[in-house]
């Protein structure tokens, strides 16, 4: 959607073997590659996630999981922009769709970044996703059963209305900069050409 607005997309997927697979890895590209009739050509960022999911299952309250996952991947995101010239980040977010898609627990992601953030499908529900993705063709690539990070380390009882200050304390006792730093320096780029 934003594509089709002119806009050059760099994908970016986070990758945490062995807890997703080179499979969920190929799928991943493969809705890329789906993707270039609307994008042109696409450089496919791969972000290695498994040390800092790790880190965030060994030292954080387990309700703030996702949120602190998703705080990271805000920031990893932000970086590949900022490397990119990118002016913006953009998400598949849906309001209310999973605990971390609330109006608070958004506002606790987006804290992470300077960047503005699209959303440009907020206010869909999720027969018109389904729909949207069977009309550009990535439907059936899309359900298909391969993990993926958001589902590692799910916590049982996540935190759906998040106070930003709490989130902050969670997150505090790991080295932000550090994770940070080290998966950028591994990311893989792809490139995916027609």
Known sequence: MIARRGV???PVHFFSPPYTSEAAKRKVLELARLLLPWCGKLMVE???????QEQIRLKCPEEYFTLIMRR???????NVAELNGCRALVTGENLGQVAS??????AV?????????LRPLIGMDKTEIIGLARKIGTFDTSILPYEDCCTVFTP??????PR????VAA????DIDALVAEAAANTERVRITP
């Open 8 to 10: 050059e997309v760099i």
């Open 46 to 52: 791969i972000v290695p996630f498994t040390e800092i």
């Open 72 to 78: 990271f991947m805000m920031r990893l995101a932000q």
């Open 101 to 106: 898609q609330t109006m608070e627990a958004l």
């Open 109 to 117: 992601t987006e804290d992470a970044c300077s960047l503005p953030i």
């Open 156 to 161: 049982r009882h996540p935190k759906t209305k």
């Open 164 to 167: 930003l200050e709490d989130v």
């Open 171 to 174: 997150e505090s006792v790991l």
